[in-house]
């Protein structure tokens, strides 16, 4: 069984930094995609950050140049180190992963980027951003 376990969040400032963790188990895929999505209060959920099981990563627009996805495969953890954090960035802050069966493909029209779907979620951290 996938377990997901996010962790890491906090009340920071703007222009502070956080580091999120996401420990995996359950799970032994050679090939898949791992993601950080967000959610604010009366918003759709968004996607983040992805990583592939080849290290290739794909960053919205909206946090690119600011937050950094990465992983740790010897203890399975998912990493997203935010910084310059703006008080927009308030939201619980969710990991997942897919796996893929195939060689993965980065971004759009790939299988590996924040617009496909992803089987199993952790329960999400929260991170909030005061002005």
């Known amino acids: 069984q996938v377990q997901l376990v996010e962790s890491g969040g906090g009340a920071v400032q703007a222009g502070g930094s956080l580091r999120l963790s996401c420990a995996g188990s359950g799970y032994t895929y050679s090939s898949y995609c791992m993601g950080w999505f967000r959610q604010a209060p009366g918003k759709e959920r968004e996607g983040v950050a992805v990583i592939d099981s080849d290290g290739t990563t794909v960053y919205a627009d909206s946090v690119k140049g600011r937050f950094t996805i990465s992983k740790d495969n010897a203890k399975n953890t998912l990493y997203l180190q935010m910084n310059s954090l703006k008080p927009e960035d308030t939201a619980m802050y969710y990991c997942?992963?897919?796996?893929?069966?195939?060689?993965?493909?980065?971004?759009?029209?790939?299988?590996?980027?924040?617009?496909?779907?992803?089987?199993?979620w952790g329960q999400g951290t929260q991170v909030t951003v005061s002005s």
């Open positions: 997942a992963i897919q796996p893929l069966g195939v060689a993965p493909v980065p971004g759009p029209g790939g299988n590996c980027y924040t617009g496909v779907s992803f089987d199993d």
